[in-house]
């Protein structure tokens, strides 16, 4: 059975398929003209060079993941996750992550929270090492990093633990939701077992973070 295109991405409350990779056009379309064929999953599936340039776009965090299921569970996934999308948004996510804990380190005040920056920034460190030497050895393109914004300055605000830890949350549960995707449903058998072996760790950063929470 052909879905629409808004079916498509509504699919199982995943949004597999980013809006960035479906032409603006298609869109825009009547509901019962805008179908997704065969072909056109096939090709987004097929990790065209193409994500390199969407990829480098100047997103948010809350932009990068396209697969936003909930953190604690979800449906099956039904439509492969496109590894070259995946390598992209982990690799991303991982890295505003590091810089969002090395910059938070100096200002947060709780010793519980400044332990859980140190260990994000280890942990993720070591997994985007481990993802771009995979990467590597299959010949796929992997984003430098961007330009470092300058580090805030000034004096921490009363609420900045709270704030950063709520957005470290948000951050961790679609990184959970992004790896669980690919670890069910990605196409290659070692991302997938990246994806496996990665996902215990965030989901331990997001208990942590969460029972700091207040």
Do not use: C
């Amino acid at each position: 059975m052909k879905r629409t295109i808004k079916q498509q991405l509504a699919l199982g409350g995943l949004g597999l398929i980013s809006t960035a990779l479906v032409p603006a056009f298609a869109l825009n379309l009547p509901d019962d003209q805008a179908q997704v064929s065969p072909s056109v999953i096939e090709n987004l599936n097929a990790g065209s060079g193409s994500l390199v340039p969407l990829m480098a776009a100047d997103t948010q965090m809350h932009e990068l993941a396209t697969i936003d299921a909930p953190a604690n569970g979800g449906a099956p996934v039904s439509q492969p996750v496109d590894d070259l999308q995946f390598v992209g948004q982990a690799t991303e996510s991982a890295r505003m992550e590091i810089k969002s804990a090395q910059d938070a380190l100096a200002q947060l005040k709780n010793p519980e929270l400044k332990q859980i920056a140190q260990m994000l920034v280890s942990d993720h460190g070591a997994a985007n090492e481990r993802l771009s030497k995979l990467a590597e050895t299959k010949g796929w393109p992997v984003l430098g990093p961007r330009a470092a914004a300058a580090p805030p300055a000034g004096t921490a605000s009363s609420d900045f633990d709270a704030k950063w830890t709520a957005d470290m949350i948000a951050g961790h549960e679609r990184s959970v939701a992004l790896y669980r995707a690919e670890a069910q449903s990605g196409e290659d058998q070692d991302l997938r077992n990246y994806a496996r072996a990665t996902l215990p760790t965030i989901e331990r950063h997001l208990t942590r973070l969460r029972s700091l929470q207040k």
